[in-house]
Structure formats: structure tokens, C-alpha cells
């Protein structure tokens, strides 16, 4: 099938480029012009494991292009997927101006039937907004599909490749057969296709998000009750997790959820929410315990040094909002920071990926080490704040030898409580005993 793929970020590139996977002739559009001279020269933008060799096994094959210019990109394609952003505005609700600004162009360029498949996260309704704006500026008939996505950062990859479902918003029957036959290499494990309505996909995605967050919130509040009451948050988490009616997947407590989705995700749901005058009481809950949750470690820290952090000096593990990404969106880690500066306290941090990141944003404001023992030259503590593999097994006599305070903050549970007692270390972690 010949494809359009309309802005080439996380979504947009992870979507091109599975989708020339299995033979698909993909052209992928980008407005920024130096972006699209980058991936032309083979150049993969984002960090994504697995990515890269498809990305150029793709580009040899001459089946993903990439251009800056949308009447070359969408002249031959049947479908045309937009992966445009969709910031949250000033209050709180999705900023639609991209997407609808990419439909009205394409408007104006179709000369032949086209599906037009939403892949961005956008609130319900926005199918028919996308209808009307297509009717307004052309009267060639075209259909208008919502296919969120799933995918999670840092197993995208797999996550297209293998999806647990894929959901298709249409009552177009040419749509529905022609999103059929796209998807069917990608569920031949019998995994479902599931084919509704718009409205009934767009909501969806954010029930999905919302309610994947709200697990993280709920567990996050039954791990504050289990150190008030000297209970163990992992063995709750595996209590309930082996019955499959809660399924054990996603009850990890720690130091709150980021990124670019759940937080964005549960504003916009609980916004629109509001706008149909229903009052989502579960969804606030769950945003108001994730910021509280983010400022944990710090409560923490508070409590162990008396309140006075000014003057101390701590090395920090892990920034990404999660690992295997250099993604610092909404990253608990920035929070963090920010409190222990505005306490008086320094900070040098390590991150596998997210370094650049947040050099870029925090410039010398902290300090930054080349490895992860490097930061803990002179820190009073140490605080582990993403999950990376290479924290879960440190070298442990060195970490004595170079933080001689043998005082740890977890904030992803990530060793195991006896063995940090019997190396001598005050362990503080999420929802366990000290
Ligand atoms: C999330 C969803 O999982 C994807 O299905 C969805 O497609 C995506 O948002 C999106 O809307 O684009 P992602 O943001 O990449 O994916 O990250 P997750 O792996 O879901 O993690 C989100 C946050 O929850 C992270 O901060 C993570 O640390 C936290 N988390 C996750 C927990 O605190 N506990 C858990 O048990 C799991």
C-alpha cells in the first residue's frame, strides 16, 4: 500500500517506519526541513531501541522517503496518517491546531479518494472536526479514521510490530477493508483489530492512559499506607497482581508517572470531562496524588536530614522519565531537582540517555558525571530516580567505597531489602521497611 505518515515525531517515525516494514511504500513529511535533510542522510532523530535498523534497512530498500514538501507526499498515497502534536492548551484541553491545519492542507491537495487516519492522541469529536474541515475545503470524498496508538516509549518498536490490539474509528466501509489489510501482518498471532466508531476510539486512548494511571496512583497510595503500617509494597503488588482480574502488570509504586502521555492523557480526559459537565472525581484524585507522589523522595530527604537540605550534596541515578529513553518530559527527576535546589542543596547527576537533555535545560545548574560512580564522588546520599538496568546491579563494594555515608533514597525499589541491611546501608525506598 502506498502511505503518507504527516509529522515525523515519536509516533510519526515509529508508525513510517514499521509500516515499510512489511512492504509498504511509506513517504514521511515533515515541515522542519533540517529534520527531514537529517533522516534523508540516514540520520535517526529519536532514540528508540530497535529503530535504527529498520529505519535503514527501510531507506535501502527506497520503501520510507522522507520529504519537506505535502502535495509530493501525499499525491500517491491511499492513506494518509497524521502524527501531529497536540499540546495541552493554557487549560488543560488538547490543542487541535496542527492536526486541523494539516487536514485543511491536505484539503486542498487531494484530487481522489483518501482515508485520513488521526494517529495523534485527540479528544473525542475531533474525527468530526477533521470530517468538516475536509467538506469545507474540498468536495472530493474522502474518509476520516481514528487509529490511536499504543505504542510505549522504549518498546515501540515491538509494540507496532506486535500489538496487543489495534483499534480502527470508522463507519467508512471502504476505510474499514482498506485498515484491515494494512493491519493483518501485524496481527497474525490472532491478536484482535477492533473496528467502532470514532468518538468510541478517540475515547479509548484516553480511557486506556487514564486508567493505566490511575493503577499507578492507586498503588503509589497503597505503598504510603504500607510504611505507615509496616507492610511491604511488593508483596502486596504480588498478592493482588496473580489475580487475573487485576493482572499483575503496571502495579510498580515509585516516585510518580511522566513522560509525554499519562500526564497530558489525564488532564485532557478529565478537562473534557468538565466541558460535558461531568464531574471524573477519580481522574483528579489520580492527579493529585501523582504530584504529591513526584515530591516524595523529597519528603523523604526532608524528614531524614531534620529539614535541612542546604548544604548537602546528592548524587542522582537515573533522570529519563523512564528507562531506555532519553525522555525528560514531565520526568520526575526535574521535579526533584528543583526542590533540592530550592532547598540549598547541590546535585550531579547520571543518566544512560537523558544527559543532553537536561543539559540543555538546566545548564550549570547541576553537575553532571560521566558515570554512575563518578556521581557519587563527595555526595551525602544517593537517589535513585530511574530505573535503568545498570543501577539494578551495581558494583556494590565500590558504592560503599565511594559513598561513604552508606545512605540510599530508592525511588523504584530497585534492591533487595536484607542485602542492603547486611552491606550496612540506610535504604530508604517506596513502601518498605527502612
Ligand atoms: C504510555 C502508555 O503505556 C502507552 O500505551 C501509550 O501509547 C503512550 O503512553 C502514549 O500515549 O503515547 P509511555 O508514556 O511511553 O507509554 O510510558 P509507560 O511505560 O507507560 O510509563 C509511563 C509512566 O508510568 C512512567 O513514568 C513510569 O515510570 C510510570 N510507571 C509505569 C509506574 O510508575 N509504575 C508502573 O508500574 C508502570
Known amino acids: 500500500m502506498k502511505i503518507a505518515v504527516v509529522g515525523t515525531g515519536y509516533v510519526g517515525l515509529v508508525t513510517g517506519t514499521c509500516l515499510a516494514e512489511t512492504g509498504n511504500q511509506v513517504t514521511c513529511v515533515d515541515i522542519n526541513e533540517q529534520k527531514v535533510k537529517m533522516m534523508q542522510e540516514g540520520k535517526v532523530p529519536i532514540y528508540e531501541p530497535g529503530l535504527e535498523l529498520l529505519f535503514h534497512r527501510n531507506i535501502s530498500q527506497k520503501r520510507l522517503l522522507f520529504t519537506s514538501v505535502l502535495a509530493d507526499a501525499i499525491a500517491d498515497a491511499e492513506i494518509i496518517f497524521l502524527a501531529l502534536p497536540t499540546p495541552p492548551g493554557g487549560d488543560g484541553s488538547a490543542d ?7 487536514a485543511k492542507d491536505i484539503a486542498k491537495l487531494v484530487t481522489d479518494y483518501k482515508v485520513i487516519v488521526t494517529k495523534s492522541t485527540v479528544p473525542v469529536g475531533t474525527a468530526d472536526k477533521v470530517k468538516a474541515v475536509m467538506k469545507e475545503n474540498t468536495s472530493i470524498e474522502c474518509a476520516v479514521v481514528s487509529n490511536p496508538e499504543f505504542l510505549r516509549e522504549g518498546v515501540a518498536v515491538d509494540d507496532f510490530m506486535k500489538p496487543d490490539r489495534v483499534v480502527v474509528g470508522t463507519t467508512d466501509e471502504r476505510a474499514r477493508k482498506l485498515m484491515g489489510e494494512l493491519y493483518a501482518p501485524y496481527v497474525r498471532q490472532g491478536n484482535p483489530v477492533i473496528f467502532m466508531d470514532e468518538r468510541s476510539s478517540e475515547l479509548t486512548k484516553y480511557a486506556a492512559n487514564s486508567f493505566l494511571a490511575t ?6 497510595e497503597i505503598a504510603n499506607l504500607c510504611e505507615l503500617v509496616g507492610a511491604d509494597v511488593d508483596m502486596v503488588r504480588r498478592g493482588i497482581g496473580s ?14 508517572y511522566g513522560g509525554s502521555c499519562f500526564p497530558k492523557d489525564v ?6 470531562s468538565e466541558e460535558n459537565q461531568y464531574d471524573f472525581q477519580i481522574l483528579n484524585s489520580v492527579m493529585k496524588v501523582n504530584e504529591i507522589q513526584k515530591k516524595v523522595l523529597v519528603q523523604k530527604l526532608k524528614k531524614y536530614y531534620k529539614d535541612t537540605l542546604a548544604g548537602k550534596h546528592f548524587a542522582m541515578w537515573g533522570l529519563a522519565f523512564k528507562p531506555e ?3 525528560i518530559r514531565e520526568a520526575p527527576a526535574l521535579y526533584i531537582i528543583d526542590e533540592l535546589l530550592a532547598a540549598g542543596a547541590t546535585v550531579t547527576v547520571y543518566d544512560p540517555e537523558g544527559m543532553n537533555n537536561v543539559k540543555a535545560l538546566l545548564g550549570d545548574k547541576i553537575k553532571y558525571a560521566a558515570d554512575q560512580y563518578e556521581a557519587l564522588s563527595g555526595a551525602d546520599a544517593l537517589l535513585i530516580v530511574t530505573e535503568w538496568s545498570v543501577f ?11 559513598l561513604p555515608s552508606k545512605v540510599i533514597f530508592d525511588g523504584r525499589n530497585l534492591y533487595d531489602l536484607q542485602k542492603m541491611v547486611d552491606l550496612g546501608f540506610y535504604y530508604n525506598s517506596i513502601g518498605r521497611k527502612i
Open 215 to 220: 493503577k499507578i496512583s492507586f498503588m503509589n
Open 243 to 256: 489475580d487475573n482480574r487485576i493482572g499483575n502488570r503496571f502495579l510498580f509504586s515509585g516516585i510518580g
Open 325 to 327: 529513553t532519553d525522555d
Open 267 to 272: 488532564q485532557a480526559l478529565a478537562k473534557s
Open 96 to 102: 487541535l491546531s496542527y492536526v486541523l491545519g494539516a
Open 392 to 402: 539494578r546491579t551495581p558494583d556494590f563494594e565500590r558504592l560503599v567505597d565511594l
